[in-house]
């Protein structure tokens, strides 16, 4: 053990024990800083997330909640509280309006708060009890309608309350389809004194529940095989299709992030390997020379690398916290919540991308190293790299398994692992081409430039593997550029700032004009106004529904319920025409809607409308952008076919914080419309955006750090070759100017071969993450195009010179001594 740290002791006094104990570090550093700020984000998003639910969990029912589920809540120490919602009417004095009425126990919300005020259309302030027995909260439209103040009564049903409060927001309930009505809150105790719920009522049951996440796991496990059609088991990212879609394309990213770093590492341990194993050529040599045997050699190399791991695991969890902590603290002032506290598991990971590095880039070459005779290792050209393609595939099948691991599947790892397979390849083709080209073209060199180009082919395979390396590490940065510029940019085209934050239903086609002079007056943006009528579809292509999806399993969404039906004459914003003529006389129906129910252009469809039974071809298909907040349908039909129906109209506003307390006392002349307000939810929404945004912003310098340490070692991966080189060139008489102009040649021409073949495979794997796991258009890239060799050229050049300046500045005597 002595003799083995006295070897430690010598290698890092002469540094090559250093480099590969540095590499160690970032490695584990980089990844242990990224998982745990990952880690951090993802928490804050899901609690984000949870304030819109105003729980971690919640349990939806049509029914009233069997006793036993919060028991069970009780036994598994989660806290737990019960919203029942309903629509009922409401009493003041002569007045009386149709509310949407919660009634909540206490402890609710669990998780968010309400924004109540004493002011009329006030902004409000945060509160997170509930209203007290005999209290109750209205919405300041509910109270115009209704004629009351604070400290006034009304009646619901046989029971009589106090107007505490004016309700701005209730957590939970902003985008429920009961919540088109004015609102109000009331205390769970109160309910039964009402009276207002009989057999046939339309109710809305839910058990809210918040935990740890173990605990509400095993609560996930344990219900939901006893959930029926009418009960509905929902977590925040189930919240909406739009939080599902933010939340959901957060944590691809971040995965790919993260997959990016163990990525890198294991390609920063590759080299640093290498380096070490060839370093050691000699020292192998002497030991065998001395009598060292194979066993005793594996010994010392196992207890060197043992030590090394430990030590480089500690110091690079340390830094790795540090950094996760130091970002986190940057972007502490730039979010709107503090981001909780990085799970210690998450730590694994660190530890295993340097375990992993160990095993499958050292060990492999330290057991090829001891195992040469000292004869052939004391060649020039020793015999160790031999292999070294083989023992980089077995690597890199363990990086794989790691990315696997990490990412908890094998779609982005196989994404990430294909386009660098074909990257390597096509590396390996074009370098060589183009080296042997410029070996052609500079025969008898004299310049700098062809010293340069000559140098390429010269040191062919070590040019090839960094010429992969750079190609990696430039196509790995335009991916994250790409993909944090295509989310965010669709992100804010998907919530844009007027994006309409209000709907009006139930309005009647002889109240249009009177509300489009109110919205004018304030200057109100108003989408067009659509008519709605209900409908169902029965039929398909002359089979019934029932025939087709027995017992209701597997019911596409435009079977599954009646649908509301409109007419237009145009197509609408938000809708774009993919196949058919939306003039002709037939259905239009939605794309996704259309695929889920294997229909096309031409099948026919029957729908039920009051009655009514009326058949009609498919003679469109539409896309629609759901996120675009305008009034869009799944089925529109010929004005023909709807317009002896009795309809009630929609329009979606967008209404600023100035406008909205003249708008709803405007509104306040028309008591039978419902007013839906989105806007809450919106402003939630763009706070994760925004969150998201400067969260990804950290995450990619981080990457591109950790990257641009590898492209320091990939560069002193092969210095010794360049010095040597340098060197003689310089006690053949050449000048520093002569020497430099080589090196910038030969970086330039290997950053600008890498930046082409990066900007090529990054547009491949940009398609394939865009399609496959972001689920989106797929689109070209022309920025990346020019960014790539500009980042080739500039970068790796500059990394060069700077890691060869020693040849540069010292007296060529003194480098071959040194070589």
Same mark, same amino acid.
């Given at each position: 053990?002595?003799?083995?740290?006295?070897?430690?002791?010598?290698?890092?006094?002469?540094?090559?024990?250093?480099?590969?104990?540095?590499?160690?570090?970032?490695?584990?550093?980089?990844?242990?800083?990224?998982?745990?700020?990952?880690?951090?984000?993802?928490?804050?998003?899901?609690?984000?997330?949870?304030?819109?639910?105003?729980?971690?969990?919640?349990?939806?029912?049509?029914?009233?909640?069997?006793?036993?589920?919060?028991?069970?809540?009780?036994?598994?120490?989660?806290?737990?509280?019960?919203?029942?919602?309903?629509?009922?009417?409401?009493?003041?004095?002569?007045?009386?309006?149709?509310?949407?009425?919660?009634?909540?126990?206490?402890?609710?919300?669990?998780?968010?708060?309400?924004?109540?005020?004493?002011?009329?259309?006030?902004?409000?302030?945060?509160?997170?009890?509930?209203?007290?027995?005999?209290?109750?909260?209205?919405?300041?439209?509910?109270?115009?309608?209704?004629?009351?103040?604070?400290?006034?009564?009304?009646?619901?049903?046989?029971?009589?309350?106090?107007?505490?409060?004016?309700?701005?927001?209730?957590?939970?309930?902003?985008?429920?389809?009961?919540?088109?009505?004015?609102?109000?809150?009331?205390?769970?105790?109160?309910?039964?004194?009402?009276?207002?719920?009989?057999?046939?009522?339309?109710?809305?049951?839910?058990?809210?529940?918040?935990?740890?996440?173990?605990?509400?796991?095993?609560?996930?496990?344990?219900?939901?095989?006893?959930?029926?059609?009418?009960?509905?088991?929902?977590?925040?990212?189930?919240?909406?299709?739009?939080?599902?879609?933010?939340?959901?394309?957060?944590?691809?990213?971040?995965?790919?992030?993260?997959?990016?770093?163990?990525?890198?590492?294991?390609?920063?341990?590759?080299?640093?390997?290498?380096?070490?194993?060839?370093?050691?050529?000699?020292?192998?040599?002497?030991?065998?020379?001395?009598?060292?045997?194979?066993?005793?050699?594996?010994?010392?190399?196992?207890?060197?690398?043992?030590?090394?791991?430990?030590?480089?695991?500690?110091?690079?969890?340390?830094?790795?916290?540090?950094?996760?902590?130091?970002?986190?603290?940057?972007?502490?002032?730039?979010?709107?919540?503090?981001?909780?506290?990085?799970?210690?598991?998450?730590?694994?990971?660190?530890?295993?991308?340097?375990?992993?590095?160990? /095993? &499958? =880039?050292? #060990?492999?070459? $330290?057991?090829? @190293? +001891?195992? *040469?005779?000292?004869? %052939?290792? !004391?060649?020039?050209?020793?015999?160790?790299?031999?292999?070294?393609?083989?023992?980089?595939?077995?690597?890199?099948?363990?990086?794989?398994?790691?990315?696997?691991?990490?990412?908890?599947?094998?779609?982005?790892?196989?994404?990430?692992?294909?386009?660098?397979?074909?990257?390597?390849?096509?590396?390996?083709?074009?370098?060589?081409?183009?080296?042997?080209?410029?070996?052609?073209?500079?025969?008898?060199?004299?310049?700098?430039?062809?010293?340069?180009?000559?140098?390429?082919?010269?040191?062919?395979?070590?040019?090839?593997?960094?010429? /992969? &390396? =750079?190609? #990696?590490?430039? $196509?790995?940065? @335009? +991916?994250? *550029?790409?993909?944090? %510029?295509? !989310?965010?940019?669709?992100?804010?085209?998907?919530?844009?700032?007027?994006?309409?934050?209000?709907?009006?239903?139930?309005?009647?086609?002889?109240?249009?004009?009177?509300?489009?002079?109110?919205?004018?007056?304030?200057?109100?943006?108003?989408?067009?106004?659509?008519?709605?009528?209900?409908?169902?579809?029965?039929?398909?292509?002359?089979?019934?529904?029932?025939?087709?999806?027995?017992?209701?399993?597997?019911?596409?969404?435009?079977?599954?319920?009646?649908?509301?039906?409109?007419?237009?004459?145009?197509?609408?914003?938000?809708?774009? /025409? &993919?196949?058919?003529?939306?003039?002709?006389?037939? @259905?239009?129906?939605?794309?996704?809607?259309?695929?889920?129910?294997?229909?096309?252009?031409?099948?026919?469809?029957?729908?039920?409308?009051?009655?009514?039974?009326?058949?009609?071809?498919?003679?469109?298909?539409?896309?629609?952008?759901?996120?675009?907040?305008?009034?869009?349908?799944?089925?529109?039909?010929?004005?023909?076919?709807?317009?002896?129906?009795?309809?009630?109209?929609?329009?979606?506003?967008?209404?600023?914080?100035?406008?909205?307390?003249?708008?709803?006392?405007?509104?306040?002349?028309?008591?039978?419309?419902?007013?839906?307000?989105?806007?809450?939810?919106?402003?939630?929404?763009?706070?994760?955006?925004?969150?998201?945004?400067?969260?990804?912003?950290?995450?990619?310098?981080?990457?591109?750090?950790?990257?641009?340490?590898?492209?320091?070692?990939?560069?002193?991966?092969?210095?010794?070759?360049?010095?040597?080189?340098?060197?003689?060139?310089?006690?053949?008489?050449?000048?520093?100017?002569?020497?430099?102009?080589?090196?910038?040649?030969?970086?330039?021409?290997?950053?600008?071969?890498?930046?082409?073949?990066?900007?090529?495979?990054?547009?491949?794997?940009?398609?394939?993450?865009?399609?496959?796991?972001?689920?989106?258009?797929?689109?070209?890239?022309?920025?990346?195009?020019?960014?790539?060799?500009?980042?080739?050229?500039?970068?790796?050049?500059?990394?060069?010179?700077?890691?060869?300046?020693?040849?540069?500045?010292?007296?060529?005597?003194?480098?071959?001594?040194?070589?």
């Amino acid at each position: 053990m002595s003799f083995t740290f006295r070897l430690m002791l010598r290698d890092l006094r002469s540094g090559d024990l250093l480099t590969l104990l540095l590499a160690l570090v970032i490695s584990v550093s980089t990844v242990t800083s990224i998982g745990l700020f990952i880690d951090r984000l993802q928490l804050s998003f899901e609690q984000e997330s949870a304030n819109l639910l105003a729980a971690d969990r919640l349990v939806r029912s049509d029914d009233e909640l069997p006793d036993e589920w919060k028991v069970k809540a009780e036994a598994l120490s989660l806290r737990y509280a019960e919203r029942i919602s309903f629509t009922t009417m409401m009493f003041a004095d002569n007045s009386l309006q149709l509310s949407q009425l919660s009634a909540v126990t206490e402890g609710y919300p669990l998780k968010g708060a309400y924004l109540v005020d004493d002011t009329l259309f006030g902004t409000g302030q945060s509160s997170t009890e509930a209203p007290q027995p005999g209290e109750i909260w209205v919405s300041s439209r509910l109270a115009s309608l209704l004629n009351v103040q604070i400290g006034n009564q009304v009646d619901v049903g046989d029971a009589t309350f106090t107007v505490t409060k004016y309700l701005v927001r209730d957590p939970g309930s902003s985008t429920s389809a009961f919540a088109i009505s004015p609102r109000a809150v009331m205390n769970m105790a109160d309910l039964a004194a009402t009276n207002v719920i009989i057999p046939g009522s339309r109710v809305r049951y839910s058990l809210l529940l918040a935990g740890e996440r173990a605990a509400l796991s095993e609560y996930e496990d344990w219900i939901t095989p006893q959930l029926n059609e009418g009960q509905r088991w929902q977590t925040p990212t189930q919240r909406g299709e739009r939080i599902g879609d933010t939340i959901g394309r957060a944590e691809s990213f971040l995965l790919l992030a993260g997959t990016l770093a163990v990525i890198m590492s294991g390609v920063a341990m590759a080299l640093a390997s290498a380096r070490f194993v060839k370093r050691h050529l000699m020292q192998v040599a002497i030991l065998k020379t001395l009598g060292a045997t194979p066993k005793l050699l594996g010994k010392v190399f196992f207890q060197q690398l043992f030590t090394l791991f430990l030590a480089g695991a500690l110091i690079g969890l340390g830094i790795g916290w540090a950094i996760q902590e130091l970002i986190a603290s940057i972007l502490s002032g730039l979010m709107s919540t503090a981001l909780p506290e990085p799970s210690v598991s998450r730590l694994w990971l660190g530890v295993a991308t340097g375990a992993i590095s160990m /095993l &499958v =880039f050292c #060990l492999p070459l $330290m057991s090829h @190293l +001891i195992k *040469i005779s000292p004869l %052939s290792v !004391l060649q020039p050209n020793a015999k160790v790299e031999l292999n070294t393609v083989f023992i980089y595939v077995i690597g890199f099948m363990g990086m794989y398994g790691l990315m696997c691991v990490y990412t908890n599947g094998f779609l982005l790892p196989s994404i990430m692992t294909a386009a660098i397979s074909a990257i390597a390849l096509f590396v390996a083709g074009i370098g060589w081409m183009a080296f042997k080209l410029g070996r052609s073209l500079t025969s008898g060199a004299t310049s700098g430039w062809q010293i340069g180009l000559a140098s390429l082919y010269r040191r062919l395979v070590p040019n090839l593997f960094q010429l /992969l &390396v =750079f190609t #990696l590490i430039i $196509m790995l940065t @335009l +991916i994250l *550029i790409g993909v944090k %510029s295509n !989310l965010i940019a669709d992100w804010q085209q998907q919530l844009p700032e007027d994006a309409p934050n209000h709907y009006l239903f139930n309005v009647q086609a002889e109240q249009i004009e009177s509300i489009n002079d109110a919205t004018d007056a304030l200057n109100v943006p108003r989408s067009d106004w659509y008519p709605m009528v209900r409908g169902r579809v029965i039929e398909a292509n002359g089979e019934s529904v029932e025939a087709l999806y027995p017992e209701e399993r597997g019911e596409p969404e435009l079977y599954e319920r009646e649908l509301n039906l409109t007419w237009s004459d145009s197509i609408g914003k938000g809708n774009e /025409l &993919v196949a058919g003529d939306f003039s002709a006389n037939g @259905l239009s129906v939605e794309q996704k809607a259309a695929q889920e129910a294997k229909l096309s252009l031409g099948d026919e469809l029957t729908i039920n409308i009051g009655g009514n039974i009326i058949t009609l071809p498919i003679t469109s298909i539409r896309t629609v952008d759901w996120g675009s907040m305008q009034p869009n349908f799944y089925l529109m039909l010929p004005k023909s076919a709807l317009e002896d129906y009795p309809a009630n109209f929609v329009s979606s506003l967008f209404i600023d914080e100035t406008a909205a307390q003249p708008f709803y006392k405007a509104m306040s002349q028309f008591p039978t419309v419902s007013i839906l307000n989105v806007g809450d939810i919106l402003k939630q929404i763009q706070s994760i955006i925004g969150q998201l945004s400067k969260a990804i912003q950290l995450v990619l310098f981080c990457i591109l750090s950790a990257g641009a340490l590898v492209l320091l070692a990939s560069v002193r991966s092969t210095l010794e070759e360049r010095l040597e080189e340098g060197a003689l060139l310089r006690v053949l008489g050449a000048k520093s100017a002569l020497v430099r102009q080589a090196l910038l040649v030969e970086f330039g021409a290997l950053g600008f071969f890498a930046g082409i073949i990066a900007a090529l495979g990054a547009e491949a794997c940009l398609f394939g993450l865009q399609v496959f796991v972001f689920n989106s258009q797929a689109s070209v890239h022309p920025l990346l195009w020019v960014l790539g060799p500009v980042i080739g050229v500039c970068v790796i050049s500059t990394i060069g010179i700077f890691a060869s300046r020693t040849v540069l500045k010292v007296p060529p005597m003194l480098l071959l001594r040194g070589l």
